[in-house]
């Protein structure tokens, strides 16, 4: 029994081995894709699929769509099911391919955009190798005689560059640190006010009162969604500062035709 136990154990795990190898095979590049067609305009980008594999592959290039979090995760939806979609705009050529040991192939994308369309929209492009079932697969699995292993995902980001609705705002810097902590943490929301994917930097700066002396922190960077809330989390380096008061600013800049936005408190530091 304990054999038998043990074979299925090897059996299951040369199984997944082999499915992440088989995923690994593959390149994609570039893995986000930015459009700027205007309104009733359609613009082309190419994807580079490259198989790396000793073998001939099979690939598919499907559509989906996300929902960005409030905590940088995006939850993956079926196509055209969110509100600002760019799936029903998307025409891939081809989306079923294959490739030789060492071929790679550029796929298309076209995005045709709508007449009265100024806004932003997005999906997800996903490139995944398939390969035949055997028959123990097909009948544990649906489909009609393929099975998806790995896939890697291509974001895809349209507005046109006559948009320039560009406006973040910085509040509810407070500071998130727990007993169990080792450093100090602080929360700010960042509220995506215009009509533009924005991307941005989040600076951490602390200004002694007493000598005026300030330390600027290593900035992250964020990517904010249009009409949406995203909430950040900062460390504060553990050793940094002097004991003392300081005013604790998170500053968050978009590019340098806008002001800088931020957010302010006090903290002590002991």
Request: charge should be negative.
């Amino acid at each position: 029994m304990r054999s038998n136990f043990i074979y299925l154990f090897s059996l299951t795990a040369l199984i997944l081995f082999s499915s992440i190898t088989f995923a690994q095979d593959f390149e994609v590049a570039p893995v986000r894709l930015d459009f700027n067609a205007e309104p009733g305009d359609n613009q082309t980008k190419v994807v580079n699929v490259k198989n790396h594999s000793n073998k001939k592959v099979s690939f598919i290039v499907s559509i989906s769509d996300f929902l960005p979090g409030s905590d940088g995760k995006r939850q993956i939806m079926p196509p055209n099911t969110t509100r600002r979609s760019a799936a029903n705009w998307l025409n891939i050529n081809p989306s079923f391919f294959e490739l030789n040991p060492g071929e790679q192939l550029p796929v298309q994308v076209t995005m045709l955009v709508p007449g009265d369309e100024y806004g932003a929209v997005w999906s997800m492009l996903y490139v995944q190798p398939i390969r035949e079932q055997t028959s123990w697969d097909a009948d544990k699995a649906l489909g009609a005689g393929v099975m998806v292993s790995g896939r890697i995902g291509v974001t895809v980001y349209q507005s046109p560059s006559s948009n320039k609705n560009h406006s973040l705002k910085v509040t509810n810097l407070i500071e998130v640190t727990t007993v169990n902590d080792t450093i100090r943490q602080f929360s700010a929301t960042i509220d995506n006010l215009g009509d533009k994917v924005t991307t941005c930097k989040v600076h951490l700066i602390a200004s002694d009162i007493n000598t005026s002396e300030e330390k600027q922190f290593p900035s992250l960077e964020v990517e904010t969604y249009p009409k949406m809330t995203r909430n950040v989390t900062i460390e504060l380096p553990k050793g940094e500062l002097a004991p003392g008061k300081y005013a604790l600013a998170v500053i968050v800049d978009y590019g340098a035709r806008f002001a800088l936005e931020g957010a302010q408190i006090v903290i002590d530091i002991e």
